[in-house]
């Protein structure tokens, strides 16, 4: 018997405007949004009330995540924030209006960056407490920089630079191809040999061409110009922009969706590169991997989230609850049971369930937290 899909476990009314973006920490103990308007909410996840709420930005945030103590915020007011997770007390206002309830973090740094389109940033931490950060080219948006955190040295410029012609360009001599700005990057370390690992980054573009980028001597040294990075392949399955993307965990596949009826899967150490999935609608503004990298979830402009198999595209469900189009998902982190540390307040089957949640967030300002099964032996948390 097919189980039928669940409602929302828990719905967030923190925001007033569009959620553009949701994550987990590493944890589960804290579920970070942000919206159109600039402002960013943590919530905590067991007593599902606010740890801190301020607007970390003047203009839309683009993107929110934690790493380490921090927490990084990305806006379109051209400033990628970098905040202390160490939260003031929050003052419990008693009135209705939501936005007098404002706890900031002390800021501990900024970056100036391009936020002409609208790419997310991507960071890839790495095991000395550093972290690579990704982010589109100061002087064009048609290319991406990396950067090192927390030194905040770039580390490479205008990755792309030797493929794709420069914004405005449309020069027919120009070996170059024209494919519009970058909408969508993820950077990841694949290894080669038994020692050594190479540097990749995807990159979207606003053609519909995902393209796959590799350094060629991972040698330390800087590079700009998009000198000594290769191009491995470039590949356009969608007819529209490329509106979001999602990395697996093991660095084996990607996923893309688009504002067309396309879900496309890129084999990221394989010769075959792509594969598209036709969807019965049109207009996907979300997409992410669960982290056993077995199921994934796709936003809709109709509101609602579809759920599929990442090795057959066979859908296990629709979640329906937003009245408008959903532009931010993420799952917690998967917990086992020889992972669960023993805790007062939450049993192990509390622990197991919270990491099969699923968040979503709306154009109607609602954030919704989804109790999902594992989708193997279809037991609901």
């Known amino acids: 018997m097919t189980t039928p899909p669940p409602s929302p476990a828990h719905i967030l009314r923190t925001h ?18 942000a919206d159109l308007q600039g402002w960013v909410t943590l919530t905590s996840t067991r007593t599902l009330r ?9 203009d839309s945030v683009l993107g929110v995540d934690e790493w380490n103590e921090t927490i990084l915020t990305h806006g379109r007011d051209h400033k990628l924030h970098i905040w202390s997770r160490t939260l003031p007390p929050i003052e419990l206002v008693e009135t209705i209006n939501i936005s007098e309830i404002v706890s900031a973090p002390p800021l501990l740094y900024s970056l100036d960056v391009n936020a002409l389109n609208f790419c997310r940033f991507h960071l890839l931490p790495s095991k000395d407490g550093t972290a690579t950060l990704a982010v589109p080219n100061l002087v064009d948006s048609n290319y991406i920089d990396l950067w090192q ?9 205008a990755i792309g630079k030797q493929h794709v012609q420069d914004s405005g360009r449309d020069d027919p001599s120009d070996r170059r191809l024209k494919l519009g700005a970058v909408m969508a990057v993820a950077l990841f370390c694949q290894p080669v040999g038994d020692y050594k690992e190479v540097l990749h980054t995807l990159i979207g573009y606003e ?48 996923l893309t969706v688009s504002a067309d009826y396309k879900i ?3 084999f990221l150490s394989a010769k075959k590169v792509s594969a598209p999935h036709l969807c019965k609608s049109a207009g996907h503004g979300a997409v992410a991997i669960r982290g056993d990298d077995k199921v994934f979830a796709v936003g809709g402009w109709d509101g609602k989230i579809r759920l599929y198999s990442t090795k057959s595209f066979k859908s ?3 979640l329906s609850h937003h009245r408008e189009g959903c532009y931010a998902l993420a799952f917690a982190q998967r ?47």
């Not at 007033?16 to 949004?33: G, H, M, P, T, W």
């Not at 606010?50 to 003047?58: E, G, I, K, N, V």
């Not at 590799?214 to 290769?230: I, N, S």
């Open 16 to 33: 007033k405007a569009q959620i553009n973006s949701v994550c987990f920490s590493d944890d589960n103990e804290r579920l970070y949004s």
């Open 50 to 58: 606010p740890l801190a709420r301020w607007q970390a930005h003047t």
């Open 149 to 157: 955190l927390p030194s905040k040295d770039r580390l490479h410029a």
């Open 207 to 254: 053609d519909g061409s995902v393209a796959l980028y590799c350094r060629d001597d991972d040698d330390g040294k800087k590079t700009v110009e998009g000198l000594d990075w290769t191009q491995l392949w470039r590949v356009k399955e969608h007819s529209e922009s490329v509106m979001a993307m999602s990395l697996a965990a093991n660095h084996q596949f990607a």
């Open 264 to 266: 496309v899967k890129y």
């Open 316 to 318: 296990l469900g629709t």
């Open 335 to 381: 917990v086992s049971t020889g992972e669960i540390v023993e805790d007062d307040e939450l049993d192990v089957q509390d622990q197991i369930s919270r990491g099969l949640w699923l968040a979503s967030g709306s154009k109607d300002a609602r954030v919704c937290i989804w109790p999902l099964v594992d989708f193997q032996g279809q037991k609901r948390a």
